[in-house]
Structure formats: structure tokens, C-alpha cells
């Protein structure tokens, strides 16, 4: 009984240390940023892009091109979450890294700006997201336009684990074969992790069918906007504090939250563990008698 008490002490002690490493990730600074004015591709590093393309099937114009700030793009992508489930509990956690918004804040206004009506802006990003045992790396995909006076993002994965080799093969996955791809009006990607949608956000409504689309979010800017001023609003009353100081309480707030739930599942695992293994080591005692 003892080694089998050692052994859960053992698992509760590499998951604490794996919750304190976590927050150990770092977002890029705003100059590491470099946006093309020039050419298709606003921004690129590595497997990460942004492109300006032909919208991928014929249909009604986009309104583009598309005025619109970085700061209140950003507003509009932070708003956007998933529920994630950590150890059998869900929650909602943001969709984009801070990396991940500083990337796309800037190069998807730039490249909404210099759309043209028969084009669509797509982006491939890969952030760092915390989860109850290690920080993971995970992609973002998805195509964005402006129609109808309203913001459309198609999304291709979210929040996918991001893999450089195959979990089976351990042999390097060749992105030329499986690319990290957009999202399409054609067929509904069917992520496996839910948007969770906020005031001035919707499903897409496929016309032909009447189903929603899980893939497809329709935003009205305004509404976002309006929504997160009154929000910081009602935070400003609480005392005198600067947009970036609010930002780190409000996200440090929530991974606190997080990792105080991930923790009391991790207890309760641990329990359940030790009482199985207990019962368990009773039998084998009870066998050895006989």
C-alpha cells in the first residue's frame, strides 16, 4: 500500500509542476509583427500566414474593401471563446492566444483593407493555450470576409492540437500533403470544440438546408464593440486602471480559476484512484491468504 500511495504522490507532484510551467509562455512584442503592404501575403512565418485569396465559390460580392482598426479587431477576436473540457469539466477559455491576436489584429485589418470585392483574407496561426497538465501548442485556420454588413470567419480547425509528427508513425507530417487549411462556403468543417457565441455573435444559417453551420461565425461589429465598451465600463468603476492592466487581471483572473478547478479535479482523480487501487490491493491480499 505504501509504494501504491508513493505512486499517486508521484502523479499529483508532475502535475503540479506541469500547472507552474504553463504559465511560463511569452506572446510575441508588438514590432516582431512584420506586415506586407505589398503582394497577396500580408504576413508569414514558418507554417503561420495570412493571405489575401479569391473567395473560394462564386457568389454575391463581398463589401470589401474593409475599413477597420487593429484595436477594434481585436476587441472583435477577443470576444470569441470555446468550451474546452480539462478533466471531465467544461469551461470556456479564449479561442485565440495573446500571440495569436497581436498576429491577427494587425495583418487581418491590412488585409481587409486591401481585399477586393471577389476576395477573402485567409489565416493559418499556431498559439500556445494552458491546459490542467502543460501548455500546448494548438492552430487556429479560417477564411474572413466582410458581407451583408456583417464580419464572416469560416473556420477550418480550432483550437486543434498542433502535431510536427504523427502520433502513430513518429514520422514528420508533410504539410505539402496535409495542409493546415480554411475554412469553405462549400461544407461544414465540423470542429470538435464549440464556439461559444456572445451578443452581436451567430451561427451562419445555411440557406439551402436551414441548419446552422458549426464552422461559420457572423459578427456585427458594432454590437461587439458596444458590448465590450460597457463591459469595461462597469470594470472601470471597480477603480482607475490602464486597458493593459485590466486585460492581464481579467486573463490572470480566469487561469487562476482554471487552475483552482483543474486542481480540485486532479484531487478528486487521485482519490478515486487510491480507493480503486486500495480495493484492489485488498483482493490481492485476500487471494495471497487463500
Known amino acids: 500500500m505504501r509504494g501504491i500511495l508513493k505512486y499517486s504522490t508521484t502523479i499529483a507532484t508532475v502535475m503540479m509542476l506541469s500547472l507552474g510551467l504553463a ?40 463589401d470589401h474593401p474593409l475599413a477597420i482598426s487593429s484595436e477594434n479587431l481585436r476587441t472583435v477576436l477577443e470576444s470569441m471563446y470555446i468550451t474546452d473540457t480539462v478533466l471531465f469539466q467544461e469551461r470556456q477559455t ?74 502513430i508513425t513518429n514520422q514528420p507530417i508533410d504539410r505539402r500533403t496535409n495542409p493546415l487549411l480554411p475554412g469553405t462556403r462549400r461544407s461544414d468543417s465540423e470542429p470538435d470544440r464549440t464556439i461559444v457565441l456572445d451578443n452581436g455573435q451567430s451561427y451562419y444559417v445555411d440557406p439551402k438546408t436551414g441548419e446552422e453551420r458549426s464552422d461559420w461565425i457572423v459578427i456585427d461589429i458594432p454590437t461587439v464593440l458596444a458590448t465590450a465598451a460597457e463591459r469595461e465600463a462597469e470594470a472601470q468603476q471597480g477603480g482607475s486602471l490602464t486597458p493593459e492592466q485590466k486585460e492581464a487581471i481579467a486573463r490572470n483572473t480566469q487561469e487562476t480559476n482554471n487552475l483552482r478547478d483543474d486542481m480540485a479535479n486532479i484531487k478528486e482523480v487521485l482519490f478515486e484512484m487510491s480507493d480503486k487501487l486500495d480495493k484492489l490491493q485488498k483482493q490481492l491480499d485476500e487471494s495471497k491468504a487463500e
Open 94 to 167: 479564449p479561442l485565440f492566444s495573446p500571440g495569436e491576436l497581436q498576429v491577427l489584429s494587425t495583418s487581418l485589418a491590412s488585409g481587409l483593407s486591401r481585399a477586393e470585392s471577389s476576395q477573402d483574407v485567409t489565416f493559418v496561426t499556431i498559439g500556445t493555450h494552458r491546459s490542467a497538465l502543460a501548455a500546448e501548442r494548438e492552430t487556429n485556420t479560417g477564411r474572413v470576409f466582410y458581407s451583408g454588413g456583417r464580419l464572416n470567419i469560416i473556420f477550418g480547425k480550432v483550437r486543434e492540437v498542433y502535431r510536427e509528427k504523427d502520433p
Open 23 to 62: 504559465g511560463c509562455g511569452s506572446s510575441p512584442k508588438k514590432d516582431e509583427v512584420e506586415i506586407s503592404l505589398e503582394g497577396k501575403t500580408v504576413f508569414e512565418a514558418g507554417l503561420q500566414n495570412v493571405q489575401i485569396q479569391e473567395r473560394d465559390v462564386a457568389g454575391v460580392a463581398n
